[in-house]
């Protein structure tokens, strides 16, 4: 009886591995396959922001080769650089807001208590700029033309402005 009772045992035992091993060795195929399903859910997810990033981009000044190359004349002093003119073109014309009645820019008069200011801009080529503005209240967007003048100054043109209704 006793040998009978540890042949049980160990036949128990036996079994127990091999459905443990069994168990274990599918566990990690899952978890394997699910690894794998993971990262190519991500990889395609950061295919399709880095492709939504540059359609976003496709109408910048820093991806457009043929305004950039509006800028380089043939006189080799007079070049100007378009990652310098970015930030100088948006710091020009945020000084604007600076003034009392708000920024003449928008193509708004001032409505209310209130002035308006252009909050963000975005360069579009070498003459199209496009600004989004506001007075706390109402919104707007202003389609600007933009020069830069023989001194290096800039200058601004209104083309068409746009309030959104509250």
């Not at 009772?5 to 127990?16: C, D, P």
């Not at 459905?19 to 899952?30: N, P």
């Not at 002093?77 to 003119?85: F, G, H, P, T, V």
């Not at 208590?113 to 967007?141: P, Q, T």
């Amino acid at each position: 009886m006793k040998q009978s009772l540890l042949l049980y045992l160990t036949i128990l035992a036996v079994l127990s591995t091999i459905f443990t091993y069994m168990f274990l060795s599918k566990e990690v195929t899952f978890q394997q396959k699910r690894y794998d399903k993971t990262t190519k859910k991500l990889r395609d997810s950061l295919s399709l922001v880095t492709n939504q990033l540059v359609d976003a981009k496709y109408f910048s000044l820093d991806k457009n080769e043929n305004a950039q190359n509006y800028f380089d004349s043939g006189n080799s002093e007079k070049i100007i650089q378009y990652e310098k003119l970015i930030p100088f073109v948006t710091e020009k014309l945020l000084d604007f807001n600076a003034n009392a009645k708000g920024n003449p820019y928008t193509g708004q008069d001032q409505i209310g208590a209130n002035k308006f200011i252009i909050n963000k801009v975005k360069i579009l080529n070498h003459r199209w700029i496009i600004a989004d503005y506001s007075d706390g209240e109402i919104w707007g967007e202003v389609l600007l033309k933009y020069f830069v003048n023989p001194d290096d100054s800039i200058s601004f043109e209104v083309n068409q402005s746009l309030l959104y209704q509250k």
